[in-house]
């Protein structure tokens, strides 16, 4: 995407554009519905592993670090 950065170990901490934390903000809060929403469009634990870097992780886990996140960055967005 045009406007974004790579962030890498040490490097320290980039900005990123506005339109690309909107982005962002909008695809955290779909993703947190797709790991609590009952049904088929819920993602598997074998997709919520693979998203944690093939490490198992708890859904309920993953799922209040990705709310967090949401919550954070839209705080951030909206100010």
Avoid: Y
């Avoid at 040490?10 to 909008?26: C, F, I, N, S």
């Avoid at 955290?28 to 693979?50: H, K």
């Avoid at 309920?60 to 670090?65: D, H, K, L, V």
Wanted: proline share 4%.
């Amino acid at each position: 995407m045009p406007g974004s950065t790579t962030l890498k170990a040490g490097h320290g901490v980039d900005p990123v554009e506005h339109t690309d934390a909107v982005r962002l903000v909008a695809v955290l809060r779909e993703l947190s519905g797709l790991l609590t929403v009952e049904g088929p469009n819920r993602l598997t634990d074998a997709q919520v592993s693979a998203l944690c870097g093939g490490q198992v992780h708890h859904r309920q886990e993953f799922g209040e670090w990705i709310a967090r996140l949401t919550r954070e960055l839209s705080q951030k967005v909206a100010a």
